[in-house]
């Protein structure tokens, strides 16, 4: 089974150019969804989340509006909860792939924000970067409800450079040229990783 790492900075179209690759047969592993689905009732996190932040478990679930105020008003917040988090989004990951390998998937996308930033990129054959001019980015960003020009340049400054992600990228899909035009790259790649004859570049 091929894996592909798929990642890019905020408003570049990174769900729009999954949900592509999901249409050409690919299986989606989403981090995000799968941390919801670890802070809902009966998630894997709950209790580790409840013991190490007091307060931010309600009704059985993490509330993330609480999370979100502990974790701005504590500095070592963030390892902590990355130190409880990561380990069980990479089972679940881990289970997801292996229930595709034994249905016989033979693409998988690690859909994942921030692939480079975390070292995903080392688990993957190849790494899809999504990405678009710097002024579409800003204006799908900025037409957000309760976006504001200071949010957006604080979440740009948690995230690698739209720049660095296309330097290291195998793959790019260009969503500011239309949608039409990023499905084609997207049946481009997978034509391309499904190809016998491929050589994956990070498979070591």
Do not use: N
């Not at 009966?42 to 013991?51: D, Y």
């Not at 290291?168 to 190809?195: H, K, M, S, Y």
């Amino acid at each position: 089974m091929i894996l592909l790492g798929l990642t890019g900075s905020i408003g570049m179209g990174k769900s729009t150019t999954s949900r592509m690759f999901a249409d050409e047969g690919a299986l989606i592993w989403d981090a995000d969804a799968a941390v919801h689905r670890l802070y809902a009732r009966g998630g894997a996190a709950v209790e580790p989340l409840g013991e190490a932040f007091p307060g931010v478990v309600v009704d059985g679930a993490v509330d993330r509006t609480r999370l979100a105020e502990v974790l701005g008003r504590d500095d070592t917040a963030f390892k902590r909860l990355e130190a409880i988090v990561h380990p069980l989004a990479a089972q679940d990951r881990a289970d997801d792939l292996a229930a595709a390998r034994a249905r016989g998937v033979r693409l998988a996308v690690l859909d994942i924000p921030l692939l480079f930033e975390t070292g995903g990129d080392a688990f993957v054959d190849a790494v899809v970067v999504v990405t678009a001019d710097p002024e579409i980015q800003a204006a799908r960003v900025l037409a957000r409800p309760g976006m504001t020009r200071d949010r957006f340049e604080a979440i740009l400054a948690r995230q690698t450079p739209d720049a660095e992600k296309r330097r290291r990228a195998d793959f790019l899909v260009d969503t500011g040229r239309g949608l039409d035009a990023a499905r084609d790259q997207v049946r481009e790649i997978v034509g391309t990783v499904l190809d016998p004859s491929w050589t994956p570049p990070r498979r070591g």
